[in-house]
């Protein structure tokens, strides 16, 4: 069973997401890996990362390169470490 992501634990979760691979992600592959992780989102998965990267963009955590596709700008360690412990406390998935 996945738990659904929604608001400031999504954000985070996708933040944590693009900063671990450290490259350009699809909203698909950002998906598949909350997946792997045992998250889902509770409404269309596209369309509720998007509205979560929005965010983070805004906070200039993540750089949209094209529609759909997206790339962290850096996180600080401590930042990433603490983003994981709001999203699954402090044995989130790394």
Same mark, same amino acid.
């Given at each position: 069973?996945?738990?659904? !992501?929604?608001?400031? /634990? ?15 992600? #699809? ?12 998250? #889902?989102? #509770? ?6 990362? #998007? ?7 805004? /906070? ?5 390169? +094209? ?5 962290? !700008?850096? !996180?600080?360690?401590?930042?990433? +470490? ?11 998935? /790394?």
């Amino acid at each position: 069973m996945t738990e659904a !992501l929604t608001g400031r /634990r999504l954000r985070y979760a996708v933040a944590v997401v693009l900063h671990d691979t450290g490259r350009t992600m #699809s909203l698909d592959e950002v998906a598949a890996r909350l997946h792997a992780w045992g998250y #889902s989102t #509770s409404v269309e998965p596209r369309k509720a990362i #998007s509205d979560a990267l929005r965010w983070e963009r805004h /906070r200039g955590r993540a750089i949209r390169i +094209r529609r759909g596709h997206y790339r962290t !700008l850096g !996180l600080a360690r401590s930042t990433a +470490r603490w983003m994981r412990a709001q999203v699954d406390g402090p044995a989130a998935p /790394r």
